[in-house]
């Protein structure tokens, strides 16, 4: 069975502050694919990033960069110089390879970016 | 524009009495596949579809019917709604499964709340 553990509920910083999601998980399969999503107010599901088990390397987009360890089990995000409009539940989401067509979820990360 | 359309966005009903709630896509994806979000416990995939006339149960099935006889569209059927269905529905599909590390699209979301 596969499960991903997104531990903190609610994070809350002011703008500029460098912040960390944290996403832990579990699976058997040895080939994966782990993702991002955010969820702004608005409601929608934005696609952030893929990553497959066999690249952990990490990567750097703008602000966002993602830290993938294996031996840990874990796909962090974390966002420099956060702005109010990084305010937002953030999931992170695995599914194993293959005709696989679910994602399984985490309980997100609801950001709160203030002034 | 690619996209993913679902309607109604908002859906007041009540117990017992059938509803449909539309998905369509327009980027000629293989899968699509009904989530549900609920607090506490991330989305949870319902139903999914490979093909048209192809489609499987996931985690959360119970209460829920699916159809595609088309391959744009992927209706969410709740023959007989219950309080416990209220939730925030999700349509994705994807281009192949997820298991392929192919991103999925997201449509806005359903809010139905069943009283």
């Known amino acids: 069975a596969q499960k991903v553990t997104q531990a903190q509920t609610e994070i809350s910083v002011v703008e500029k502050e460098d912040v960390t999601l944290d996403c832990v998980y579990e699976?058997?399969?040895?080939?994966?694919?782990l993702f991002w999503y955010k969820q702004p107010p608005s409601g929608e599901l934005v696609f952030l990033i893929r990553r497959n088990s066999f690249d952990e390397q990490n990567e750097i987009s703008g602000r966002y960069s993602w830290n993938f360890q294996k031996s840990t089990s874990s796909f962090n995000f974390t966002i420099t110089a956060s702005q109010v409009v990084d305010s937002a539940v953030y999931f992170c989401a695995l599914t194993h390879t293959g005709t696989a067509s679910k994602l399984t979820f985490g309980t997100g990360t609801r950001l709160q970016v203030t002034l | 524009e690619a996209q993913v359309t679902q309607n109604p966005r908002y859906l007041i009903t009540v117990t017992g009495k059938k509803l449909t709630v539309t998905c369509s896509q327009n980027?000629?994806?293989?899968?699509m596949s009904w989530y549900r979000q609920d607090p506490g416990l991330g989305l949870r995939q319902i139903y999914y579809s490979m093909n048209v006339e192809v489609t499987d149960k996931g985690d959360v099935p119970e209460g829920y019917k699916v159809s595609r006889k088309e391959k744009r569209n992927f209706p969410l059927i709740l023959e007989s709604p219950s309080p416990n269905q209220t939730s925030l529905y999700f349509c994705?599909?994807?281009?192949?499964?997820?298991?392929?590390?192919?991103?999925?699209?997201f449509g806005q979301g359903t809010r139905l709340t069943v009283v």
């Open positions: 994705a599909s994807s281009i192949l499964g997820t298991g392929t590390g192919t991103e999925a699209f």
């Open positions: 980027m000629n994806h293989e899968y």
């Open positions: 699976t058997r399969d040895t080939t994966y694919y």
